[in-house]
C-alpha cells in the first residue's frame, strides 16, 4: 500500500512539473496572441486542472492494461511470420505505419463518437466547453479518453506494429511511447490554444488552433467536421475539412452541461429524468 500511494504521488509531482512548464509555455501565447478574451476570471479552472491530473493517471493506466491484453490477443491471432516480418522493417517505416494507422483508427473513431448518442454522451463533455484555452484540452470524461486512445491503438495492435508484451526488448516502443507522450501531448496543447496564428499551407500537413477550433465550432452548417488528430489530409479525403480564413465565432453544445464536475463524471452513465 506504501509502494502504490508512493507511486502515485510521484506521478503527480511529475505531472504537476509538467503543468508548469505547460503553463510558462502557453499562459504568455495567449496573452499576447489572444484570439478571444476569457474575461477576468476564467469559467471552470478548478474543475479542469482537475481533469489534467485525473486523465493523465486514470486512463493511462486503464489503457495500458486492455491495451496488453488485446495486443496478446492479436499476437495469438496474426501468424508468426507476420510478427517477424514486421519486426525486420527499418525503425523508420514502423514508425511511419504507427503514426498513420493510429490516425486513421483515431479519426474514424472520433467521427463515430459524434454520431452514436451513447459515444456523444461521455465526448460532449470536451465539447461543453464555451472557451477554448490550452486548458480546456484537459476536459474531457476519462472513459472518452479511454476510447479515444483505443480507437488508435486497436488497429496498430491489430497489424502487429506495436507488440508491447515485451517493451523491454523492444527499443522502438519505448521511442514511440516516449515520441507519443512528449510530442502529442504538447501538439494536443497547442491545437487547443487560445491564439489567433495562422499557418498558410502547413495548415493542409498538420493540425494547428484553426483546423481544431472548427471542431469545437457549435455554428449549425460546419459542426462535425475536422475530426483528426494530427492529419487534415484525412478530414480532405473523408469529406470532413473545413477550414476557411477565419476562426469560428461560437464554442460548446445545444444541450445543457452540468458546471459541476460531479455532474459532468456521472451525467453520461446515469442520465438524470
Given at each position: ?119 456523444w454522451r461521455f465526448h460532449a463533455v470536451h465539447h461543453a466547453a464555451e472557451h477554448i484555452d490550452w486548458l480546456a484540452n484537459t476536459r474531457a470524461h ?132
Amino acid at each position: 500500500m506504501g509502494q502504490h500511494t508512493a507511486s502515485m504521488l510521484n506521478q503527480v509531482v511529475h505531472l504537476a512539473i509538467w503543468l508548469a512548464i505547460l503553463g510558462a509555455v502557453f499562459v504568455p501565447l495567449e496573452r499576447y496572441f489572444t484570439l478571444r478574451a476569457a474575461g477576468q476570471r476564467r469559467e471552470g479552472l478548478l474543475r479542469d486542472l482537475f481533469y489534467y491530473f485525473l486523465n493523465n493517471i486514470l486512463p493511462n493506466a486503464v489503457v495500458a492494461f486492455g491495451g496488453a491484453l488485446i495486443a496478446v490477443g492479436f499476437a495469438r491471432l496474426l501468424p508468426s511470420a507476420w510478427h517477424d516480418f514486421v519486426m525486420r522493417w527499418p525503425m523508420g517505416l514502423r514508425a511511419l505505419g504507427v503514426f498513420v494507422i493510429g490516425e486513421i483508427g483515431y479519426y474514424w473513431g472520433h467521427r463515430w463518437m459524434h454520431v452514436s448518442p451513447l459515444l456523444w454522451r461521455f465526448h460532449a463533455v470536451h465539447h461543453a466547453a464555451e472557451h477554448i484555452d490550452w486548458l480546456a484540452n484537459t476536459r474531457a470524461h476519462p472513459i472518452d479518453m479511454i476510447l479515444s486512445r483505443m480507437f488508435a491503438l486497436v488497429p496498430v495492435y491489430a497489424l502487429g506494429l506495436l507488440q508491447p508484451t515485451i517493451p523491454s526488448r523492444d527499443l522502438f516502443v519505448n521511442l514511440v511511447l516516449i515520441f507519443t507522450q512528449v510530442i502529442g501531448i504538447v501538439w494536443s496543447f497547442f491545437i487547443h490554444a487560445n491564439v489567433r496564428w495562422r499557418f498558410g499551407w502547413f495548415e493542409t500537413v498538420l493540425s494547428t488552433p484553426a483546423f481544431h477550433h472548427w471542431h469545437h465550432s457549435n455554428d449549425r452548417a460546419y459542426r462535425d467536421r475536422n475530426f483528426a488528430s494530427t492529419l487534415p489530409i484525412l478530414d480532405r479525403l473523408f469529406g470532413t475539412l473545413h477550414l476557411p480564413h477565419q476562426f469560428p465565432e461560437v464554442y460548446g453544445i445545444d444541450t445543457p452541461m452540468s458546471h459541476s464536475l460531479g455532474g459532468q463524471l456521472l451525467d453520461p452513465i446515469v442520465p438524470r429524468s
